[in-house]
């Protein structure tokens, strides 16, 4: 039986493409949402061993999923997790979901359409917003414009490393039926540079996502928490400048990441865009309300 530290991977919570709690959420909740953030990778560790067998990834999901219910010795992430829920009061269901989503990756190596791949997101990527979201003390009205943001975050992750998902672990999350419309074959992923019709079915993912950006635009400015909507921001504009890049640029062959300096641009840009609409609201209504009183 192979322990949690074997399935390890040396990755970090700034390793992701997108900031997982950053300094701009409030100090106080960063612990906790780094302790559901190493829960998660612990998961996604284990789905994705490249020579672990499936039952072997399966039981270890399984302790994880124990030790998350409240039983000692069986997982750390899993028991730190339940305890930072047991100290907020809050429910072990996100975090529930994701391992949902993560036993789907060890069986599943296939997606017939996008209503199937967002089935996925919704596990994959929606609970983590909405865990964000229930630590902040965020109504679950927003979770709307949660779920679009987190889904198209999970949908451009899945096309910047389609060719990697493909070489190491025959998992394509690109749907058979857009690689279809197009006449394009799954084994093209193994290729160095994507074919013609490869590149219109990545394309034409990246529109759809951009659609769901559409949708979740209006986040940041529905939370309360000034710090988190701040983050948000920073976050849609990063996936918008992606989601652009992936209607231009081949994954297989050229780096769609931003660089350093291209994240710090985009997040100024992000994090202005919100801050300058919540005073400009403030300051609305401070108006209405000396219109108010001189009536």
């Known amino acids: 039986m192979m322990a949690v530290a074997d399935f390890a991977s040396a990755k970090g919570h700034r390793d992701e493409n997108f900031p997982v709690a950053s300094r701009l959420v409030r100090p106080e909740l960063r612990p906790a949402i780094l302790t559901f953030y190493r829960f998660a990778r612990a998961a996604d560790d284990v789905a994705d061993h490249e020579t672990a067998g499936a039952a072997e990834k399966l039981a270890q999901l399984d302790r994880m999923e124990t030790g998350l219910r409240g039983n000692t010795n069986t997982s750390r992430e899993g028991e ?11 429910s072990d269901q996100h975090a529930l979901d994701l391992l949902e989503a993560f036993r789907r990756d060890v069986t599943k190596r296939r997606y017939a359409d996008w209503n199937e791949l967002m089935d996925y997101c919704r596990y994959s990527a929606a609970p983590v917003g909405r865990f964000v979201l229930d630590l902040h003390g965020e109504p679950n009205a927003i979770w709307t414009f949660n779920d679009a943001l987190c889904a198209a975050l999970q949908v451009i992750n899945h096309l910047q490393d389609c060719a990697k998902d493909y070489r190491n672990l025959d998992r394509v999350y690109i749907p058979i039926e857009a690689l279809a419309a197009r006449g394009a074959r799954v084994d093209a992923l193994a290729d160095r540079v994507a074919s013609p019709e490869l590149r219109e079915a990545i394309t034409g993912l990246a529109r759809r996502t951009a659609k769901l950006l559409e949708q979740s635009r209006p986040f940041a400015d529905r939370i309360s928490d000034r710090r988190l909507a701040l983050e948000v921001g920073v976050i849609q504009t990063l996936a918008e400048s992606l989601a652009r890049r992936l209607t231009r640029r081949d994954p297989l062959s ?5 660089r350093p300096v291209e994240t710090i641009g985009l997040a100024l840009n992000g994090s202005f865009g919100v801050a300058a609409r919540r005073l400009g609201r403030m300051l609305g209504y401070k108006q209405a309300g000396l219109r108010g009183g001189r009536g």
């Open 80 to 90: 730190a997790l339940h305890a930072v829920l047991q100290a907020r009061g809050l």
């Open 254 to 258: 050229e780096r769609v990441h931003h």
